[in-house]
């Protein structure tokens, strides 16, 4: 039993097939007695159980990041340079970041005075801010009213609408989004007349299409350049995976 002891965490944490155990091959009388002698061992040293979690999870995450740099570039085109996403910072940057955001989104919100100081300090970003309407039908609507602005009015008015529902606290009515409109400025019955077009319905269409196909399932998602950031990124966080992808190049 004392060797049993002695071996068991290396039977467990490497899985060797030519060293495995025939479990098959044990009587149900010593089935029983090898099952409570794992029992005992994990809980007189529960810290075998935690490093054995801790190197599945780092293979998991390992995992996660070779799909994602795959499925990033597989879609490079369409996350960088479709023909109809805003294009903020610099478009000729060195370095390519894509969000995907909803307006309706906690995290969104929070994440979005982080994302302009980024681009505000940093000259060489190109910013690409994909719509992603995923929570409720106040988010669709707001979604609608900025692409829509794009459209009729360019990649200033909707900069200045997208900022604007970023600071929103309240909820998304038709009322709402007419007063933002008037009181930017804008020729609010044009965009609105655009908001249900073939048009809009067509990007927010294939923004959802790329977001599966890049398996995000949330806002919001970054992607910097082949490496997919899942859920709010702190400002210094940013800057140190601009600064890696700059030294990697």
Same mark, same amino acid.
């Given at each position: 039993?004392?060797l049993?002891?002695l ?6 944490l490497?899985?060797q ?12 009388e010593?089935r029983?007695?090898?099952?409570e ?6 809980l007189?040293?529960?810290?075998v ?5 801790g190197?599945?999870r780092q293979?998991e995450?390992n ?8 499925m990033a570039?597989?879609?490079e ?6 023909d109809h996403?805003f294009?903020?910072g610099?478009?000729d ?14 995290f969104?919100?929070?994440?979005h005075?982080?994302v302009v100081?980024l681009?505000e300090?940093?000259?060489?970003i190109r910013y690409?801010?994909k ?7 106040q ?5 609608r009213f900025?692409?829509?602005t ?5 990649d ?9 529902l970023m600071e929103?606290q309240g909820?998304?009515?038709a009322q709402?989004l007419?007063?933002?409109?008037d009181?930017l400025?804008?020729?609010?019955a044009?965009?609105t007349a655009?908001?249900?077009?073939d048009?809009?319905s067509d990007?927010?269409?294939e923004n959802r @299409?790329?977001?599966?196909?890049l398996?995000i ?6 992607v ?5 950031v899942?859920?709010?990124?702190e400002? @210094?966080?940013m800057e140190?995976?601009?600064e890696e992808?700059?030294?990697?190049n």
């Amino acid at each position: 039993m004392m060797l049993l002891r002695l071996t068991l965490p290396i039977l467990m944490l490497t899985a060797q097939p030519t060293f495995g155990l025939e479990l098959d091959a044990m009587t149900d009388e010593e089935r029983a007695i090898f099952g409570e002698e794992v029992r005992s061992y994990l809980l007189e040293n529960p810290e075998v159980l935690q490093e054995a979690i801790g190197i599945l999870r780092q293979r998991e995450q390992n995992a996660q990041t070779v799909a994602d740099r795959a499925m990033a570039g597989a879609n490079e085109d369409a996350l960088f340079y479709d023909d109809h996403s805003f294009v903020g910072g610099n478009p000729d940057g060195d370095v390519r970041i894509v969000e995907f955001l909803d307006y309706r989104c906690g995290f969104c919100k929070r994440a979005h005075p982080e994302v302009v100081a980024l681009i505000e300090a940093d000259r060489n970003i190109r910013y690409v801010i994909k719509e992603l309407p995923i929570l409720g039908e106040q988010s669709v609507l707001a979604s609608r009213f900025a692409i829509a602005t794009q459209l009729v009015a360019g990649d200033d008015a909707y900069k200045d609408v997208h900022d604007t529902l970023m600071e929103f606290q309240g909820d998304v009515t038709a009322q709402t989004l007419n007063r933002l409109g008037d009181t930017l400025g804008l020729d609010t019955a044009a965009i609105t007349a655009a908001m249900d077009s073939d048009d809009v319905s067509d990007i927010i269409r294939e923004n959802r @299409a790329l977001a599966q196909r890049l398996q995000i399932s949330g806002t919001p998602t970054f992607v910097f350049e082949d490496q997919m950031v899942r859920g709010y990124v702190e400002l @210094a966080q940013m800057e140190q995976l601009v600064e890696e992808l700059r030294t990697a190049n």
